[in-house]
Nanobody, 125 residues
């Protein structure tokens, strides 16, 4: 089992920045690929970004490329999502998730085994 707890969400003006954190406990996090997803009201939960076990490779969805950066600190068992140039469309509950799967970085929520409770990000225009 991996327990995940997100923090860092809040209210920010358009163009501003936030950094989300996801603290992990339980089984060693470095054995898992970790990702961030988000869910806006009335919409499906969508993939945002994910990072490999070593942290040397990551993938982000097109809508956040160049604005969001995912990183991990395996020593601190924490994953980060640095979000810059926030837009109103980024308003959502953000979730971190972990999977022990191997191969290409998974982008489907069905491939992730462990989830945090989510943290709200609200961008005001």
């Amino acid at each position: 089992q991996v327990q995940l707890v997100e923090s860092g969400g809040g209210l920010v003006q358009a163009g501003g920045s936030l950094t989300l954190s996801c603290a992990a406990s339980g089984r060693t996090l470095w054995t898992h690929v970790v990702g961030w997803f988000r869910q806006a009201p009335g919409k499906e939960r969508e993939f945002v970004a994910a990072i490999t076990r070593s942290g040397t490779s990551s993938y982000s969805t097109d809508s956040v490329k160049g604005r969001f950066t995912i990183s991990r600190d395996n020593a601190k068992t924490t994953i980060y999502l640095k979000m810059n140039s926030l837009q109103s469309e980024d308003t959502a509950v953000y979730y971190c998730a972990a999977t022990a799967t191997f191969g290409n970085i998974p982008r489907s929520r069905r491939e992730y085994d462990y989830w945090g409770q989510g943290t709200q990000v609200t961008v005001s225009s």
